[in-house]
């Protein structure tokens, strides 16, 4: 995208808040990922997955594991953002969360994973992709979390499955700190999912130093 791959664009952001260390988990189209890799100037770890089935998305994580610190970003690996993350992290901390799920208010909620809170925006429940008649919120998981390894690490025998389908259900029922904090208005999150949202994020990284100067301003809060 505008000469940089989306994992590139990825990484970028991380960087600009000290996250210097980065671990992929790559299955479809995984020699392009390690392609990547080895020409990176960026500290990046390949994960491998073999076979014709993924491990899920917590299969990935808790195949990762080795590698990451106690607290760590999260993020889909086909999405873009200029997410302030010291805002998120402070959340976090605040909160003495186990798990801080990023939210994004969207107009058609039952295309993702639904997501509820109570006043002190502590998540009460997540439904994927719920019936478009009984939806009661329109935040849903951006694709971006600050977690803490244990929360991964008390579940690791359970092997491999989806973070949200799966994992979340069992950690909410089990009473885990899981907290959501919504963009505010000048952040965006873009699933590269369509051509249409490709098009818009490329707009986005020609618009000169516009992702740059809100991430140098993010640095100074």
């Not at 390894?149 to 989806?162: L, M, Q, T, V, W």
């Not at 949200?164 to 069992?170: A, G, T, V, W, Y």
Request: charged share 30%; proline share 3%; aromatic share 12%.
């Amino acid at each position: 995208m505008v000469g940089t791959p989306v994992l590139g664009r990825i990484i970028e952001w991380l960087d600009s808040y000290g996250i210097k260390n980065h671990v992929c988990n790559a299955h479809w189209k995984k020699e392009l990922i390690k392609n990547f890799a080895d020409k990176t100037k960026h500290e990046l770890i390949v994960i491998e997955e073999y076979g014709e089935n993924s491990y899920g998305t917590c299969g990935g994580v808790m195949n990762a594991l080795p590698y990451l610190e106690d607290k760590f970003v999260l993020i889909y690996g086909d999405i873009v953002t200029n997410c302030n993350l010291n805002r998120v992290f402070n959340f976090h901390n605040e909160k003495n969360a186990d798990c801080t799920i990023v939210t994004n208010r969207v107009e058609d909620p039952w295309n993702c994973g639904v997501v509820y809170s109570n006043s002190d925006a502590r998540v009460t429940k997540i439904e994927e992709k719920p019936d478009k008649e009984t939806i009661e919120s329109d935040l849903v998981n951006s694709g971006i979390l600050v977690v803490n390894k244990s929360f991964f690490e008390k579940y690791k025998h359970y092997g491999f499955f989806d973070i949200f389908h799966d994992l979340m259900p069992i950690a909410l029922k089990d009473e885990l700190k899981i907290f959501q904090i919504p963009l505010n208005k000048e952040e965006f999150v873009i699933d590269m999912g369509t051509f249409k949202n490709y098009e818009k994020a490329k707009g986005i990284y020609m618009e000169k130093g516009r992702c740059h100067d809100y991430q140098q301003d993010a640095n100074e809060d």
